[in-house]
C-alpha cells in the first residue's frame, strides 16, 4: 500500500547490460515499477500492484547482493537506492521500466531532480496523456508498438497520439513479433511510424517463446525488415540479448 500519495511500490533497483533496442550492450541501472494497463500473453513480468512488499535492490553494480528495502518508497530515497545500485561504475542511464511506468508519471516527475543519469523509459506507448506530464523530464523512450494479435484488442490511436508526442525525444520504437504475427498487422505498424516519425529506429525484436508464442522464423524477419526499409531509414532485428547471457 501507498504510504503517501507520492510514494510508490518499486520491484527492484539493479545495474545490468541493457539488452534490448537501441542501446544494446549498454550500462544502465533499472528501476521497475509496478502495474500495466495491457496483458501481452508474451510478458514474462509479474508487476501485479501490491504483489511486492519489499523493493530488492543490487547493492553495488554487479555484486548480485541483492537486499529488500520495505516498499512504499519516496522519490528522494528512490534516487538513493538507484546510487546504491550504480555504485562503482559508470552507467549510461536510468532505466524506468515495469510494467508499464507511465502509471506513476507524478513520482517519475519527483524522482528526476533527484537522479544524476539521464532517465530512459520503457513504454507500452499507450498512455499519452500520462507521458505528457513527464516527457521534459526524460532522455529518451523505448516505445512498444502492441499487435493486436499480442493484446486482443487493436490500441493504435492510442500508439498514434503517444508517438506524436514521444518522437520530440530520443525514442525508438519496437515491434515484439512471434511466428504467429500477421503479416497486416506488422505492415500496419510499420505505415504508422512511416506517416509520424519516419526518422524514428524501429526494432523488430523476435519473442523470446513464452506463454504459448512461438519464434518467427528467419524468413518473416527478413520480410518484415523488407517492408519497412522500404518506408524507414533506422530499421534493426534485435533480440532480447540479455536472455542469450542469462544476465538480470
Known amino acids: 500500500m ?9 520491484i527492484e533497483i539493479f545495474s545490468t547490460v541493457q539488452g534490448e533496442g ?13 502495474g500495466c494497463n495491457l496483458h501481452c500473453s508474451y510478458c514474462d513480468t509479474n508487476s501485479a500492484v501490491g504483489m511486492h512488499p519489499d523493493c530488492v535492490v543490487e547493492e553495488g553494480a554487479g555484486t548480485y547482493h541483492l537486499v529488500p528495502y520495505p516498499n512504499p518508497i519516496s522519490p528522494q530515497r528512490a534516487a538513493e537506492l538507484v ?41 507500452n506507448g499507450t498512455l499519452h496523456e500520462e507521458l505528457k506530464k513527464c516527457v521534459d523530464c526524460v532522455a529518451g523512450i523505448s516505445m512498444d508498438i502492441k499487435l493486436p494479435s499480442a493484446t486482443t484488442h487493436p490500441v493504435w490511436d492510442a500508439h498514434v497520439r503517444f508517438l506524436e508526442i514521444a518522437k520530440a525525444k530520443d525514442t525508438w520504437v519496437k515491434i515484439v513479433v512471434a ?6 498487422e506488422v505492415d500496419t505498424a510499420i505505415r504508422l511510424v512511416a506517416d509520424i516519425a519516419p526518422e524514428t529506429m524501429l526494432i523488430l525484436q523476435p519473442v523470446t517463446p513464452y506463454g504459448g508464442c512461438t519464434k518467427p522464423s528467419p524468413e518473416q524477419l527478413l520480410a518484415w525488415q523488407e517492408n519497412a526499409l522500404r518506408r524507414l531509414a533506422h530499421v534493426r532485428v534485435i533480440p532480447q540479448t540479455h536472455r542469450m547471457m542469462d544476465m538480470l
Open 2 to 10: 501507498r504510504g503517501t500519495e507520492m510514494n510508490e511500490n518499486i
Open 22 to 34: 537501441k542501446y544494446v550492450g549498454c550500462r544502465q541501472v533499472f528501476l521497475r515499477l509496478e
Open 83 to 123: 546510487e546504491i545500485a550504480a555504485a562503482g561504475v559508470p552507467h549510461q542511464a536510468l532505466n524506468i521500466t515495469g510494467g508499464e511506468p507511465l502509471l506513476h508519471a507524478a513520482f517519475i516527475h519527483a524522482l528526476a531532480p533527484h537522479v544524476h543519469l539521464p532517465i530512459y523509459l520503457e513504454s
Open 179 to 184: 511466428g504467429e504475427s500477421p503479416d497486416g
